[in-house]
């Protein structure tokens, strides 16, 4: 059973930082692209950063950096200078030509 397991999330005070992380079980990351998405409430998900299957090309978004350790199988998210319109529930996200796999969410707050 492929499992992902964000953490990671909670309050922070606008510019902070905060680094998520995911876990994952049943699959292994490196044959997969995989990615960071939040979202809002009533909004669409959004992707933040993306390492590309084969390639390990990286895209990220400003403040964000995202980066994989193969050893554990874990993905990661560092944010700083975090606002409070960062405030989201970020998803990690696995896929290939097979398979689209996602995590359950860790909320992020971002207020004083």
């Known amino acids: 059973q492929v499992q992902l397991v964000e953490s990671g999330g909670g309050l922070v005070q606008p510019g902070g930082s905060l680094t998520l992380s995911c876990a994952a079980s049943?699959?292994?990351?490196?044959?997969?692209?995989v990615g960071w998405y939040r979202q809002t409430p009533g909004e669409q998900r959004t992707l933040l950063a993306q390492i590309e299957r084969g390639s390990g090309a990286k895209a990220t978004k400003g403040r964000f950096t995202i980066s994989r350790d193969d050893a554990n199988n874990t993905l990661y998210l560092q944010m700083n200078r975090l606002k409070p319109e960062d405030t989201a529930v970020y998803y990690c996200?696995?896929?290939?030509?097979?398979?689209?796999?996602w995590g359950q969410g860790t909320q992020v707050t971002v207020s004083s």
């Open positions: 049943g699959i292994v990351f490196g044959f997969y692209s």
């Open positions: 996200n696995a896929i290939n030509d097979q398979a689209d796999f």
